[in-house]
């Protein structure tokens, strides 16, 4: 199993919307940055955790954990001309995103903000912390995702 934080708007998915609906599958949809998407097609599998990490917004940090439950498959919004996601480049027969669904696990006790992810040593190597990183797809290792957990 490896460990991410995926980051979101919570008016698009919050941590909220996979507690609302606690055993649906939601679609992760819409990562338009080629680095992302390749670890979303090359690394991401069924059973991994992922830290929700909202963005964007009054409150920004991680909110919630989630799984992967169904790995890599084409992105249905990058077909879809009324999504804002719609990639007219994109091939059916060759499509250029992908998106993983995800299940909730728990929301936690209180949203940890970025600046006290900043704040931990232990996540000085985490991407999230580095200057000018703006994936919303990072690996998060064993020992991050231990620290991030100690300071829920």
């Known amino acids: 199993m490896a460990y991410w934080l995926f980051k979101t708007e919570p008016g698009e998915c919050s941590i909220d919307d996979f507690a609302a ?13 080629y680095q992302a998407r390749n670890m979303l097609r090359d690394q991401v599998k069924v ?3 992922v830290f929700i990490y909202h963005s964007s917004c009054k409150l920004i940090g991680v909110a919630g954990i989630a799984r992967v439950v169904r790995q890599a498959y084409a992105d249905p919004s990058q077909f ?7 990639d007219g480049k994109s091939l059916k027969d060759n499509p ?3 998106a993983v669904d995800l299940v909730f696990e728990r929301k936690l006790p209180a ?6 992810l900043k704040s931990s040593a232990k996540l000085n190597g985490l991407p999230l912390v580095q200057r000018g990183s703006r994936l919303s797809v990072m690996p998060v290792t064993p ?9 829920s």
Do not use: C
Not at 80 to 86: C, Q
Not at 111 to 116: M, S
């Open 111 to 116: 949203i940890i903000p970025l600046d006290k």
């Open 21 to 33: 609906a606690p055993d649906t599958a939601i679609v992760w949809e819409g990562v338009r940055n």
């Open 143 to 151: 020992e991050q995702w231990q620290t991030i957990l100690q300071l």
């Open 96 to 98: 250029r995103w992908v």
């Open 80 to 86: 879809d001309a009324t999504s804002a996601y719609f």
């Open 47 to 49: 059973g991994d955790a």
